[in-house]
């Protein structure tokens, strides 16, 4: 059973690179933002204000599996207030324990803000994924024109340099990398570098496993 924390700012292609390795390592994989999106998208669509701590709280401890997996969470205004809620204490640990669950059950890739830090800090691979804003403002723009929405990229670049500065400024479980999280800048890496490198952490951790598992008892 093997926990792999990827945390970094917005649009840095933790999505991507969690997704190839959960499927390769054939583990279960949560998208922590969309626990937060939910949240937000919730809070927005009862007419409520996702920067009031109580409405916010009341939302996520509503939250269900169903609200998660909505495909309408990723727009920029659900994305702003997803940045909103998250900064609230009692709403990070209203969804604490269905992150910890998840991932206990059979092991997982979790991709956020916090998990190498707060959620697991003991996972067995911590990554820290991160890209020039331009770059990752870019790849976000593709997403939303593959989607058929067309959004100067200058938006793009303001929504994600914004929610950047909230969620590293903010005192519950700012964006920061775990002390002992390996640091991938995908600025010119591409999905395919950036899972290479990633798969070295990984098979380094495996190896250290068999290694535990090999040695006779009372030798380590
Ligand atoms: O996809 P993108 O990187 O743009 O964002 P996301 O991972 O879906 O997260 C949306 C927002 O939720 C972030 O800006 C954070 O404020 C918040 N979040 C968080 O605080 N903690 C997490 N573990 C995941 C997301």
Same mark, same amino acid.
């Given at each position: 059973? =093997? =926990?792999?924390?990827?945390?970094?700012?917005?649009?840095?292609?933790?999505?991507? *690179?969690?997704?190839?390795?959960?499927?390769?390592?054939?583990?279960?994989?949560?998208?922590?933002?969309?626990?937060?999106?939910?949240?937000?998208?919730?809070?927005?669509?009862?007419?409520?204000? @996702?920067?009031?701590?109580?409405?916010?709280?009341?939302?996520?401890?509503?939250?269900?599996?169903?609200?998660?997996?909505?495909?309408?969470?990723?727009?920029?205004?659900?994305?702003?207030?997803?940045?909103?809620?998250?900064?609230?204490?009692?709403?990070?640990?209203?969804? *604490?324990?269905?992150?910890?669950?998840?991932?206990?059950?059979?092991?997982?890739?979790?991709?956020?803000?916090? =998990?190498?830090?707060? =959620? #697991?800090?003991?996972?067995?691979?911590?990554? #820290?994924?991160?890209?020039?804003?331009?770059?990752?403002?870019?790849?976000?723009?593709?997403? #939303?024109?593959?989607?058929?929405?067309?959004?100067?990229?200058?938006?793009?670049?303001?929504?994600?340099?914004?929610?950047?500065?909230?969620?590293?400024?903010?005192?519950?479980? @700012?964006?920061? @990398?775990?002390?002992?999280?390996?640091?991938?800048?995908?600025?010119?890496?591409?999905?395919?570098?950036? #899972? *290479?490198?990633?798969?070295?952490?990984?098979?380094?951790?495996?190896?250290?496993?068999?290694?535990?598992?090999?040695?006779?008892?009372?030798?380590?």
């Amino acid at each position: 059973m =093997i =926990i792999i924390a990827i945390d970094g700012p917005a649009a840095a292609g933790k999505g991507t *690179l969690a997704k190839r390795l959960a499927a390769t390592l054939n583990l279960p994989y949560l998208d922590t933002g969309l626990l937060y999106r939910a949240t937000a998208k919730l809070v927005l669509e009862a007419g409520g204000n @996702p920067a009031d701590h109580e409405t916010a709280t009341a939302a996520a401890r509503a939250l269900t599996e169903a609200d998660a997996a909505r495909a309408d969470l990723r727009d920029m205004a659900t994305s702003k207030a997803a940045s909103q809620v998250a900064s609230i204490p009692a709403v990070r640990a209203a969804l *604490l324990a269905y992150q910890r669950a998840y991932a206990n059950a059979n092991g997982a890739v979790l991709d956020g803000r916090d =998990i190498g830090t707060v =959620i #697991f800090p003991h996972a067995d691979v911590k990554l #820290f994924v991160t890209a020039s804003v331009e770059a990752r403002a870019k790849r976000r723009q593709a997403e #939303f024109i593959a989607k058929g929405e067309h959004i100067p990229l200058a938006d793009v670049i303001a929504d994600v340099a914004a929610r950047d500065e909230a969620d590293r400024r903010r005192t519950a479980s @700012p964006l920061i @990398p775990a002390e002992d999280a390996i640091l991938i800048d995908t600025t010119t890496l591409n999905a395919d570098e950036a #899972f *290479l490198r990633a798969m070295e952490e990984v098979k380094k951790k495996q190896a250290i496993f068999s290694r535990e598992k090999m040695a006779p008892k009372g030798t380590s």
